[in-house]
């Protein structure tokens, strides 16, 4: 089963933590490539970040908690 890393992105070249604030695709839940999985919080901006993959989704970050950049906060598993 090949599994896709969930990283924070970096939505500016200034930014350098992001804080997720909802997972729209619950843990266990199933994920489709381009749909919106989680809303992200910065210090400039709010936004919706969309699946990199599809298959079920399993999270390793708190919501309300603030990581690094490219921090992987959970992964895609996906069949085959």
Do not use: C, F
């Not at 490539?33 to 708190?62: F, M």
């Amino acid at each position: 089963m090949p599994t896709v890393p969930v990283r924070l992105p970096k939505l500016a070249m200034t930014i350098e933590e992001a804080t997720p604030t909802e997972w729209l695709v619950p843990d266990g839940g199933e994920a489709i490539e381009g749909q919106v999985l989680y809303r992200l919080e910065t210090d400039k901006v709010d936004n919706d970040i969309d699946s990199p993959a599809t298959g079920t989704v399993h999270w390793t970050a708190k919501i309300g908690e603030t990581y690094p950049v490219g921090t992987q906060i959970g992964e895609i598993i996906s069949e085959g």
